[in-house]
């Protein structure tokens, strides 16, 4: 939300209505949620390519001598090692092990670097950093505004790209950002995307969003290119066994708990926020693993909602984090963290309580789509 309490709009509100775009309240921003189907437009980024406006989410630039140095203190990941041009998933956590927030870091420099975080914890994560910011000779800027983000996922989104651009984008590997030119737009392209395919992030000035915009749509007519909303990009990540702040991360699950605890680095130099409690978290799932995220695949046709219980046996044995119909597999599925003792792919018995009833599902290995190389 903006200070006054109203819905905060992107540089392309303007297109997405004229566009017919079905909007939604996310996070205090008015965006799109569909245009049109959202099971066609999710076809679309599996099999062609679709068209995200991601401007809600939250760029934040740490600049200065020890950018770097607060960065590896303030984050749990090793960011003094990500060379320039490169990007790192991590996470900012709290002294007690606590996710705050999941992140990419972009080193766009030797002493530059962009976080970008999720739109709902862009006003934490800012928070966070400006105060371990202290003693450090680096400065914490709210970057917000100054940015643009339009996503193009899909396995025509290469060609898509490369018609608008002589940047190498052959070269830009998979967690990587380059700045080049895009349709005459100056850009930062990135390549990290959030649904399981191959695509691109493309970081501009508010002012020249419409402009690229129109010039994808173009690009991609004869190919399939269609716009999408959130709705899909939610069935996407799903699909794809990617986690979603809120959801399958929480200021009250540790990486550990998350089985993400690979993104903590111990080895890195100094201190960093909550390095004592992840060495507890650490120390306790070797000893008691905790709940394990499992993908949960339906025999029926009930759709399992964010926590809902899994059951066995008359048991609860956990619950459900994020389920909706998959395009893809033809029926629900559903991430939830569950007992170790039922986490196994094939464990039978295992159900969903619906309303009362309990659906059976089968458990299955994440992610439940991996695109063909």
Same mark, same amino acid.
């Given at each position: ?36 189907? $959202? ?6 980024? =599996? ?59 972009? =080193?766009?420099? $030797? ?72 349709? +005459? ?5 990135? =390549? ?27 690009? +991609? ?58 060495? $507890?978290?650490?120390?306790?799932? $070797? ?67 619906? =309303? ?18």
């Amino acid at each position: 939300m903006s200070s006054t309490g109203e819905l905060r709009h992107t540089a392309l509100d303007a297109l997405h209505r004229v566009l017919g775009a079905t909007m939604t309240d996310f996070a205090g921003w008015d965006m799109p949620l569909r245009y049109g189907s $959202e099971r066609d437009e999710h076809t679309a980024v =599996r099999t062609k390519a679709g068209l995200f406006d991601l401007s809600h989410m939250g760029e934040i630039t740490v600049t200065g001598p020890q950018a770097a140095a607060l960065l590896d203190f303030a984050l749990v990941g090793n960011i003094g090692g990500v060379k320039p041009g490169r990007a790192r998933y991590t996470m900012i956590c709290r002294a007690d092990g606590g996710i705050l927030d999941d992140l990419i870091v972009y =080193r766009l420099g $030797e002493t530059e670097y962009m976080v970008v975080a999720n739109a709902s914890n862009t006003q934490v994560v800012l928070d966070a950093l400006t105060e371990r910011a202290a003693g450090f000779d680096a400065e914490v800027r709210d970057d917000r505004d100054a940015y643009a983000l339009i996503a193009v996922q899909g396995p025509e989104s290469p060609g898509i790209l490369k018609s608008l651009t002589d940047a190498d984008l052959d070269g830009l590997k998979y967690y990587a950002g380059l700045p080049g030119t895009v349709a +005459g737009v100056p850009a930062l392209i990135a =390549r990290t995307g959030y649904t399981g395919e191959d695509g691109f992030e493309l970081f501009v000035k508010p002012e020249h969003a419409v402009e690229l915009w129109q010039a994808l749509t173009k690009a +991609g007519e004869g190919v399939g290119l269609v716009p999408c909303g959130l709705s899909c990009r939610d069935t996407l990540r799903l699909e794809a066994g990617m986690p979603l702040y809120g959801h399958e991360l929480s200021t009250s699950l540790t990486p550990f708990d998350a089985g993400l605890g690979r993104v903590v680095k111990f080895e890195k130099e100094g201190d960093f926020v909550g390095r004592e409690a992840l060495r $507890e978290a650490a120390a306790r799932a $070797e000893q008691n693993p905790p709940r394990v995220l499992v993908g949960l695949v339906a025999e029926g046709r009930r759709v399992p909602r964010a926590g809902y219980a899994v059951v066995a046996g008359g048991e609860v044995i956990g619950e459900v984090t994020s389920g909706a119909p998959s395009p893809t597999l033809g029926k629900p599925i559903a991430m939830a963290y569950v007992d170790t003792a039922h986490a196994a792919p094939g464990t039978a018995g295992v159900g969903v309580d619906i =309303r009362g009833s309990h659906e059976p599902y089968e458990v299955v290995a994440l992610p439940f789509y991996k695109r063909q190389k």
